[in-house]
């Protein structure tokens, strides 16, 4: 049932995580985050989606190791619900062509991610050998998912640029400080690089970069306003980015976060943030 309580529409998260909690591989787990430092699988989650109304989600990568691409192709290839996976190839390895050949066997593999904002170089994007991977993922039909932090948004906004028949999605709106509401910078950054219609942007992560124990809705809604403005209806869509939200909130809380935001528009626009431009996106069956 939609948004209205009248229009039927199909809901997708378009971000999620699987993960066997493994303490040495998952450091970036730490002590202080106890609720998520355990196994969540598609068991965990179907209920969950189910319980809002959500029909299918796409499984992303949260390491960066063939394992982990090869481990959550197998999950969406046992749990249908997983309509696709945002896996893990090296970019910057002279067998790109060659290791990207090798998942095309795979057709739930719908695209790939690096963990950029993790890189020391705030360029990262712009290095050579990362951009022959990049131009290596139009001839598979593969998506590329932009993880950053607000200080690669420079980078970002030429690398968009240089690609600009490469389908990309900023992961988590880039990261702004919800906490301050700070957007000089970050919303110059962001309407640039939505100037390249080849660029659509997650409504997703954004509890766990606000004020965790204490923030609200309203928190958001400058940096939605922004979002909205830039990208428009028909390139922004819904992620959860479960479990990483337990950490700030339920899925309910998070899912609700988006849809009383996005209640203002039309039924169809409400659609395709929710589900249909995922699906358009990474062309999910």
């Known amino acids: 049932m939609g948004i209205d309580g009248q229009d039927i529409y199909v809901m997708i998260d378009a971000h999620q995580h699987f993960w ?37 989600c796409v499984a992303v990568q949260a390491d960066q190791s063939e394992a ?19 896996g893990w190839v090296d970019l ?4 790109v062509e060659e290791r990207l050949a090798h998942y095309a066997q795979f057709p739930l593999l719908k695209g790939v991610r690096h963990i950029v904002q993790g890189e020391p170089d705030r360029n990262f994007l712009l290095r050579e050998d990362f951009g022959r991977g990049i131009k290596a993922l139009s001839a598979f039909g593969l998506t590329y998912d932009i993880l950053i932090y607000p200080h690669q948004l420079p980078a970002a906004v030429e690398f968009v640029k240089k690609f600009e028949n490469q389908p ?23 309407r640039n ?18 004020d965790i124990q204490n923030w609200k809705k309203e928190d ?5 306003d922004v979002a909205l403005e830039a990208f428009g209806p028909a390139r922004l869509m819904f992620g959860s980015d479960w479990p990483v939200c337990l950490l700030a909130a339920d899925y309910t809380q998070v899912k609700d976060i988006v849809t009383d935001y996005i209640s203002r528009l039309s039924a169809a626009e409400q659609a395709q943030i929710m589900g249909g431009n995922a699906i358009e996106f990474y062309k999910l069956a």
């Open 168 to 190: 990309m999605v900023i992961d988590h709106l880039a990261k702004p400080d919800f906490e301050t509401g700070e957007l000089k910078g970050w919303e110059q950054h962001i």
């Open 193 to 210: 690089i939505a100037r390249s219609q080849n660029v659509y942007c997650k409504l997703s992560g954004m509890v766990t970069e606000a």
């Open 20 to 56: 066997n909690f493994d303490p040495i591989r998952d450091a970036w787990i730490t002590e202080d985050m106890s609720i998520i430092r355990k196994d969540f699988l598609p068991a965990d989650l179907a209920p969950v989606l189910q319980a809002n109304g959500i029909e299918g």
């Open 220 to 224: 958001f809604t400058p940096f939605l």
């Open 68 to 86: 982990e691409t090869d481990f959550l192709l197998q999950l969406a290839a046992e749990n249908p619900f997983i309509k696709g996976v945002v």
């Open 92 to 95: 910057k390895a002279a067998n």
